[in-house]
Structure formats: structure tokens, C-alpha cells
T-cell receptor, first 120, second 114 residues
């Protein structure tokens, strides 16, 4: 079974530029997550999709970050304009379902390799 | 305000011995806990989980213990192997609330020496 794919793996941009990341989840996974992991920290959820609808975007800085999941499969995360503090690894994860009453394998989140963003 | 805390940034253990990684949490509403393992340049990989209705879950060399009254969980790896060297993240979630939103700790870097 193919894992979660992300591209690009690395990106270097200057502040105030824009950047986009792409994620292809595991086939059949309904739920997709974008996390931001700053150096020395654990991943922090930015946005969660269930199929093509947004479930939770409470921690997404909406003035500069946007995300979409067209047709409930692939997703893109965009930053426009980027700031120095956006330098981080952006992780995409997917799970079969989310929030079931009997957690188990169906809830397990599978992560992609991440995109390392450096903002200069 | 960190809701999931891993107070040891690093841990070094001899091959064959036990590794114990600790995690504390502050939100009593958390009722599902997970451990993820992360190698450099890769995404986190799910390792083991435990529901709050249990106090122990075992999977091969990995055992997670949960002490709800102390809001503490630990991951035991026995015996430790050099391939276990990685960063281990503790995570917690609210079942039925945030629908799978995981709150992660900062991680503990485990080094297993041959």
C-alpha cells in the first residue's frame, strides 16, 4: 500500500513570497490533516478535512494560510505572504476515518515525509 | 500552554536494556493516547496507542502504561535495539470532540548504543 505522498520535499523562499505544498493521501482515506512542526516542537494541527469539507481550522492563520481539498482526495496548503516564523516542516497525514467511538486502526493517522520550508 | 509534556529531550540507553520514555498531560478530557516514532527526514510513524479505559497495552517489545490519576503515561521498550534510535512523540486526543485532533509533545530523542 502506497503511503502519504508530499511534494516538494524542500523549499526555500524569501519572506513575502508565496508557496504551495501538495499532499496525496492514502487511497480511500477520508480524513486529511495538515500539521506544522517547528524545530524542537511537536507537530501542531493546522487544518483537518473530512472528505472535501473542513472539520477543524481553528489553528490555521487564515490571514496568510489557505488550504483546499478538491474532490476529497489531494490537498494543497498555501502560504501567502510567507513570514520568517513560517519556517518549519509541513506534514500531511491521513486516516481512514476520524473520531469514531471505538478508536483503533481506523483512526490511526499516517504521515507523509513532510516539506521542509525555509523562509529567508 | 503545553497540554502534553515530554520533559526529557533526550535519553541514551545501552542495547538490550530497557528504554522508558515519559509523558505527562494536563487536560483531563484526553482519553486516547498514542506514541509516534520519527526518523530524520521522515514523517512520524504510529507505534502504539492506549485508550483511557485501559492501563496497559502491549505490542511486542513495546508497552505503554497509563496512570490516569497522575495524568502520566510511559512507553517501555524491552529490549532496546540500535534501530530504535529515533525521536519519540507522545500525543493525546479527545474522542468524539475534536474528531481526531492530536496534541503532540515536543518529543524525546532516544539513542540506543551498541
Amino acid at each position: 500500500e502506497a503511503g502519504v505522498a508530499q511534494s516538494p520535499r524542500y523549499k526555500i523562499i524569501e519572506k513575502r513570497q508565496s508557496v504551495a505544498f501538495w499532499c496525496n493521501p492514502i487511497s480511500g482515506h477520508a480524513t486529511l490533516y495538515w500539521y506544522q512542526q517547528i524545530l524542537g516542537q511537536g507537530p501542531k494541527l493546522l487544518i483537518q478535512f473530512q472528505n472535501n469539507g473542513v472539520v477543524d481550522d481553528s489553528q490555521l492563520p487564515k490571514d496568510r494560510f489557505s488550504a483546499e481539498r478538491l474532490k476529497g482526495v489531494d490537498s494543497t496548503l498555501k502560504i501567502q505572504p510567507a513570514k520568517l516564523e513560517d519556517s518549519a516542516v509541513y506534514l500531511c497525514a491521513s486516516s481512514l476515518v476520524a473520531g469514531s467511538q471505538l478508536p483503533g486502526a481506523a483512526d490511526t493517522q499516517y504521515f507523509g515525509p513532510g516539506t521542509r520550508l525555509t523562509v529567508l | 500552554d503545553q497540554q502534553v509534556k515530554q520533559n526529557s529531550p533526550s535519553l541514551s540507553v545501552q542495547e538490550g536494556r530497557i528504554s522508558i520514555l515519559n509523558c505527562d498531560y494536563t487536560n483531563s478530557m484526553f482519553d486516547y493516547f498514542l506514541w509516534y516514532k520519527k526518523y530524520p527526514a521522515e514523517g512520524p510513524t504510529f507505534l502504539i496507542s492506549i485508550s483511557s479505559i485501559k492501563d496497559k497495552n502491549e505490542d511486542g517489545r513495546f508497552t505503554v502504561f497509563l496512570n490516569k490519576s497522575a495524568k502520566h503515561l510511559s512507553l517501555h521498550i524491552v529490549p532496546s535495539q540500535p534501530g530504535d534510535s529515533a525521536v519519540y512523540f507522545c500525543a493525546a486526543s479527545l474522542i468524539g470532540g475534536s474528531q481526531g485532533n492530536l496534541i503532540f509533545g515536543k518529543g524525546t530523542k532516544l539513542s540506543v548504543k551498541p
